[in-house]
């Protein structure tokens, strides 16, 4: 995601307290300082939160220091402080109340992608108003939801296509409901944690395990974060099948098994990343499009399956490590303030 400079300095007392990386696997509650809006500023809001929420996908790889040093500043949230490693404030699903800025927007629940941070301050551009009927406490799945999106416009799956999605965390998931939704297609999640199979009900996709998914797939896209994921997303491929690779493995090297029938079954492997929009939408699409579009799709109570539970933004640095374990079973897990 692009950075954005925070615009508003100085001022005299502790306003707010947000949650900081101090060093890989250890965080901390600090104390910020918020100045006062002037009366007659519209460019700005202040925003009292809600919600946030921790995806494990790219947060994990923050919490442990594993953003490559390659990708340190693509890999800038918009509102982030400090530098990867550490000491870092980082984070992107804030939904919170308009407290101060222009009339209009006083009293309206909004989305940001803002770090843990219980108040703050930004433009009134990085703001989204959430529709009637989505309620904030979902609403947190925005960021995931948008990934999911771009994921979907990358695959471009067909009318009647055969699609695999490996991997049923939080993305996998999305990215299968949202093909599912797609007339004529044959869908399947697959993940190698059988409790998924609840997840799957839940959002109406037909669930499996790698070792009883069906082949010979139209289309397979990949979000596990593991390799061996995306050695069960080689196997699944038709020929001229496509691939697509959502996980973010951060730093370390991936073997990827080539030398089987991935020439002979002319398979396309195509990454997705949900910081530039696919070509074929950048006349028409923007960021905020997108994100409105995201926070629509969330009015469906079915995805209420994808928050794992809740947390006290009070407690939520003595939490962290265990929520973002390796093998952590965690969701989304919603931070409540």
Known sequence: MPHQTA?????????ATALWLVQPGTAE??????????????????????????????EALVFHGRVPESEHQRMRAPFQQGE????????YSNVGTVINGPDALINQTVFCLFPHQ?????????????PESTPASRAVLAANMETAINGVWDASPLPGERVS????????ALVAYLCQ????????????????QALADSLGVRFSMPEQAVNDQDLVIHASGHADGLATALTLAGREARIIEMSWFGEGNVSVPLGGAFHSRRLTLRASQVGQLPPHQQPRWDYARRLQFALRLLEDPRLD?????????????EQAPALLAANSQVLCQRIVY
């Open 7 to 15: 615009i508003l300095q100085g001022s005299t007392s502790p306003d």
């Open 29 to 58: 509650l600090r104390e910020e300082s918020l100045p006062p809006l002037a009366a007659d500023d519209t460019s700005c809001v202040e925003v009292k939160t809600l919600y946030s929420a921790i995806s494990r996908g790219t």
């Open 84 to 91: 990867f490693p550490a000491p870092v404030k980082y984070g």
């Open 118 to 130: 219980d108040r703050y301050q930004v433009p009134v551009s990085a703001v989204q108003i959430l």
């Open 165 to 172: 999605v490996v991997g049923a965390g939080v993305v996998g």
């Open 181 to 196: 939704r797609i007339i004529g297609t044959d869908v399947q999640l697959i993940d190698i944690n059988p409790a998924r």
């Open 305 to 317: 399956a994808l928050i794992s539970g809740e947390t006290p933004f009070a407690r939520l640095p």
